[in-house]
């Protein structure tokens, strides 16, 4: 069972119950997510609707999530690719090295 944890971002203060994470991740979280809040408030200072705020923050958070996503599959595609040259060139060295003697 997970514990509740009550963090505050921004002037808001949540109780959060986030599975598979202590009480100490889950803050970290939340100082993130104040922490890139202030970033686009920065950014953003004609925007007082905190509503809108948070949803840019929130964007931002899913655009980084979906660049990381796209590198780790390009690096997965490499790995598998590296992966299977070598395996060819394995293969063929022992074929090569497997001929009757006569």
Do not use: C, W, Y
């Not at 780790?72 to 690719?81: A, L, P, V, W």
């Not at 040259?85 to 293969?91: K, V, Y």
């Amino acid at each position: 069972m997970n514990e509740k944890v009550e963090v505050q971002i921004g002037s808001r203060r949540l109780t959060v119950e986030i599975e598979g994470l202590t009480p100490l991740e889950i803050n970290g979280l939340a100082d993130k997510v104040g922490e890139r809040l202030r970033e686009i408030q920065g950014a953003n200072k004609g925007v007082a609707d905190s509503s809108k705020l948070a949803l840019l923050a929130a964007l931002s958070f899913v655009a980084e999530l979906e660049k990381e996503r796209a590198a780790h599959r390009t690096t997965q595609s490499m790995i598998e690719n590296k992966t299977d040259r070598l395996s060819r060139a394995l293969r063929e060295s022992l074929d090569a090295g497997a001929t009757p003697e006569g």
